[in-house]
């Protein structure tokens, strides 16, 4: 087993995952770059430098799964840090603009099929990513998951009628990042007694492939905003790092300081 503490970041092979990879070696960690297709994620690997290593991680495929737990405990021993990035806003390829596919996920006309591809990726690939690591996590002295979620699934401020962002609060993303919310908070119970940390944080709106570069702010300068959509790899960073008394727990995103931690 390595001396260093190890992460692993899904869908790290660009966007928010690269940069959250890059901040995690700065700090001493050897990084796994998560990426369903293997040579981008050693090319992502590559920039990056000798404490990143691409692992082949479809988070929608269990045999993709398995095999980089496996890998893991295998060629490393050891996993110290989850950070479930991986995620889509939609079914479609990049390039799609944010107002289109506003408009396509209305709940009385978003597929059904879009949906299921959404939710299998940012929700049910969250937790069999989780299931998987959490052996590897449990052995680890300080374990922590971070879930890379968004203030589009805050409930509270979705209901709230001054909230200008609500009409792109559709039947797609939005909900998938409520059920991650909620998912969050169900495994940080469950896990509170192991000491395993488990949090979601909300990186701003970013500009990335995810929202066709139509984000204000960039990975490396995230959008420095008076409210809760303001959170960068400082936060995944914030969140590893935090001590038991610190925690707290809620669904509202409020505070200028960074993302909610749930627990
Ligand atoms: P991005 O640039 O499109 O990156 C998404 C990453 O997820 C890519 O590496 C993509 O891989 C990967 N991915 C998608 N499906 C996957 C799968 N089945 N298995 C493994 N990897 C998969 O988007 P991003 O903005 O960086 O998004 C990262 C996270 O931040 C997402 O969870 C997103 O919901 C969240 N977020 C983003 C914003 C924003 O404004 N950008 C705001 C709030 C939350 P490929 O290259 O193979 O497609």
């Known amino acids: 087993m390595q001396d260093k503490p190890v992460a692993l ?3 790290a092979n660009k966007g928010i995952g690269l940069q959250i990879a890059k901040d ?4 001493g960690f050897t990084v796994l770059v998560g990426s369903r297709n293997l040579e981008k994620g050693e090319t992502a690997a590559k920039s990056i430098g000798a404490d990143a290593h691409g692992l082949q991680l479809d988070v929608t495929n269990q045999d ?3 095999a980089a737990a496996e890998r893991i405990r295998s060629e490393l021993g050891r996993l110290d840090v989850l950070v479930n990035n991986a ?6 390829q990049p390039g799609r603009p944010l107002e289109e596919v506003g408009k396509s996920g209305r709940p009385s006309v978003a597929s059904l099929e879009e949906v299921r591809a959404v939710f299998e990726t940012n929700v049910f690939g969250v937790i069999a990513v989780t299931q998987a690591m959490l052996p590897l996590l449990r052995e680890a002295p300080t374990a922590r998951i971070v879930n890379v979620s968004s203030g589009s699934g805050s409930l509270t401020l979705n209901a709230n009628p001054t909230n200008s962002h609500r009409e792109m609060f559709g039947a797609v ?4 990042k409520t059920a991650l919310n909620a998912i969050t908070i169900a495994f940080a119970i469950e896990l509170e007694s192991t ?7 909300c990186p701003g709106f970013t500009a990335t492939d995810l929202n066709n570069f139509e984000g204000t702010g960039t990975v490396s300068k995230p959008r420095d905003i008076p409210c809760a959509l303001h959170c960068s790899t400082r936060t995944v960073r914030r969140a590893h790092s935090q001590t038991k ?5 809620g669904d509202v995103v409020s505070s200028g300081t960074g993302s909610r931690r749930y627990v």
């Open 9 to 11: 970041v899904t869908g």
């Open 24 to 27: 995690l070696t700065a700090h």
């Open 64 to 66: 993709s799964i398995s």
């Open 87 to 92: 995620g889509i806003s939609h079914q479609g």
């Open 173 to 176: 993303y939005s909900p998938s």
């Open 195 to 201: 000491g395993i940390k488990v949090n979601a944080v």
């Open 245 to 249: 008394d610190t925690n707290s727990r």
